[in-house]
């Protein structure tokens, strides 16, 4: 019984290691970047799985959130500096 477990959850893993990342594991992968704490299972996956347009599109996205929240910050300090 033990042993068809095993290999059924090697047949799992082996099968989900195989199929395209989803988008959220697109965004997980593409914010673990940003903060430079990809795992080596990850890395791997996205580039040999992962479609580029996703990484791309969700990084320019990435970016462009991370531009805006930092415009925004520096606004409301400026304006409660009254400058």
């Known amino acids: 019984m033990a042993v068809l477990k095993l290999m059924w959850v090697l047949t799992m ?16 992968s593409v914010l673990a970047a940003f903060l430079g704490v990809q795992s080596r299972k990850n890395y791997e996956r996205d580039f040999t799985h992962g479609k580029p347009w996703q990484y791309i599109v969700i990084g320019l996205v990435g970016v462009a959130i991370f531009i805006a929240i930092v ?7 400026l304006s ?3 400058v």
């Open 71 to 77: 415009i925004t910050v520096v606004r409301i300090v």
């Open 80 to 82: 409660s500096a009254g």
């Open 13 to 28: 893993t082996e099968q989900t290691s195989k199929r395209d990342p989803s988008l959220w594991e697109v965004a997980k």
